[in-house]
């Protein structure tokens, strides 16, 4: 059977107990090359328009064979599934950072526990856009592993350093939310088996800087009780300029029978913005019943009217609904 090949391209940004808290996957690291005062977990950099910055990137190979590498820039952007922090691939059309910055070499080999250090330029156009601009410079093998079987899926693998630069100029810090939704999972029978919601909306960086941000969610009910008031855990860490994710809440225990309002209130650093969306909860078999209800009601409703209108329109007629009988006159005939 012909095999169909996926290409799949992972590339590690979490931190790890290597030099400079390299990004590692194992068998290679990333890391800026350490400064005169201690090593740097990540590129801090900052530059006005037009200027240009030298720097530098170490490639460890933790293998016992020599690796070879194709090393980019690439831009950053936050996952659509859990807001992540990722970059974008070396085939994927680069905009910022992963265009502004140039390694010193596009290919590099690293011996078998050994590192190499690559001097790079950051050169950031005149009419840069001001704030934060999230990239990395990405170490990628570009050797496909191929698995076995009817479908074979190849893995590349690639690990990279992460790049925070700010372009001077005002920053404007902004976040918004977007498109609450409520979604109920109701019991069939009202009090048997669990009942539970799921809240989603939509998180926006619409400033250009990055945001930290903060959802606090609070539900009402019928007559303003409050049901539900806490802060949310599943969020981005870093929410990127430009970016929207679309996140979701479980709500386990919410009500099978009421009527209210969700209000999502998002803030970070000088900004803060809330958006609501109404609910209404109702089990299955009392909105069936109900349904039912509204039926037959409308169908004794119709019947009633009908009635109604030939009754009046019998008696606009003279009070009877028979046919006036014609006099009948017995007449004895003539002698």
């Known amino acids: 059977m012909r095999k169909l090949y996926v290409l799949f391209l992972s590339l590690f940004l979490v931190t790890a107990a290597a030099p400079a808290h390299a990004a590692d996957n194992g068998s290679w690291s990333v890391y800026p090359a350490a400064s005169q005062i201690a090593a740097r977990p990540y590129f801090y950099l900052s530059a006005d328009p037009g200027q240009t910055i030298d720097d530098k990137v170490v490639v460890t190979n933790k293998t016992g064979r020599p690796l070879t590498f194709r090393l980019y820039a690439a831009d950053a952007y936050n996952t659509a599934r859990d807001g992540g922090f990722a970059v974008r691939t070396v085939a994927e059309k680069q905009r910022g950072v992963g265009v502004w910055a140039k390694p010193a070499k596009s290919r590099v080999t690293v011996p078998a526990h050994g590192k190499v250090t690559v001097p790079f330029t950051l050169s950031v156009p005149e009419g840069a856009e001001p704030g934060d601009h999230p990239g990395a410079l990405v170490a990628l093998d570009e050797r496909i592993d191929k698995g076995d079987g009817a479908v074979a899926l190849g893995v590349q693998r690639a690990v990279a350093a992460r790049i925070y630069l700010r372009v001077g100029g005002p920053t404007v810090p902004a976040i918004a939310v977007e498109d609450v939704r409520v979604s109920h999972h109701q019991p069939l029978v009202p009090g048997l088996g669990d009942s539970g919601a799921t809240i989603s909306y939509t998180l926006r960086n619409t400033g250009n800087v990055t945001l930290n941000p903060k959802v606090e969610l609070r539900a009402t009910g019928l007559f303003g009780r409050t049901l539900l008031a806490r802060e949310l855990a599943r969020i981005p860490g870093e929410l990127l300029p430009g ?4 996140l979701s809440e479980p709500w386990q225990g919410s009500p099978q029978l009421d ?6 209130t998002a803030s970070a650093k000088d900004t803060r913005e809330s958006a609501s969306a109404s609910f209404f ?7 069936v019943v109900l349904l039912v209800a509204v039926i037959v009601g409308g169908g004794l409703w119709v019947r009633l009217r009908v009635r109604v209108r030939v009754r009046v329109r019998v008696r606009a007629g003279g009070g009877s609904s028979r046919p006036a009988a014609e006099p009948h006159i017995d007449a004895a005939p003539r002698p």
């Open 281 to 287: 909860a109702l089990p299955w078999l009392v909105a």
């Open 243 to 246: 970016q929207r994710v679309r």
């Open 259 to 264: 009527w209210g309002d969700v209000k999502l």
